[in-house]
């Protein structure tokens, strides 16, 4: 025999079924393609090491593409599931800015690094980087 308990009230009714069900496919097959489009273009740059003889500049093109693929998923997700979409816009601009800012500090530490770390080893910034500077070595003595 089955006890309800009265006190206990529970709801499995959700507004708008329907929409939601078909907003969540909406959402599953963007997310799938966008995917699938950013897994194609890795491939295609694991095969393009393969060759003889590789494009750097279609390479660094297709990581670019890769990498807006996946900030504009990122955007996607947040206005989706953390329900950012349906906000204001200057609730958007809150918590969009500080991210974009974010980034950017990101750029700029490791831009900064990369030119400290070839500056660092020549002589008083006299050399350029590509040059490997020599140990002076003091005169020997003949013995």
């Known amino acids: 025999m089955e006890h309800q308990n009265p006190s206990e009230v529970t709801f499995h009714h959700e507004p708008g079924g329907k929409e939601v069900v078909q907003k969540i496919?909406?959402?599953?097959?963007?997310?799938?393609?966008i995917t699938l489009i950013e897994l194609a273009?890795?491939?295609?740059?694991?095969?393009l090491h393969k060759?003889?003889?590789p494009s750097a500049a279609l390479?660094?093109?297709?990581?670019?593409v890769i990498v807006i693929l996946s900030l504009l998923k990122a955007f996607y997700i947040v206005g989706v599931?953390?329900?950012?979409?349906?906000?204001?816009?200057n609730l958007i601009m809150t918590i969009v800015v500080p991210l974009l800012l974010f980034i950017w500090f990101i750029a700029a530490f490791?831009?900064?690094?990369?030119?400290?770390?070839?500056?660092?080893n020549t002589e008083g910034l006299s050399k350029p980087a590509t040059e490997q500077s020599k140990p002076h070595l003091p005169a020997?003595?003949?013995h």
């Open 59 to 64: 390479i660094l093109f297709m990581k670019g």
């Open 140 to 142: 020997t003595q003949g």
């Open 110 to 120: 490791l831009w900064d690094g990369d030119s400290w770390k070839m500056l660092r």
């Open 81 to 89: 599931f953390m329900h950012l979409g349906d906000e204001i816009r």
């Open 41 to 47: 273009l890795g491939f295609g740059i694991y095969f």
């Open 25 to 33: 496919i909406k959402t599953t097959v963007i997310l799938s393609v």
């Open 51 to 53: 060759t003889p003889d």
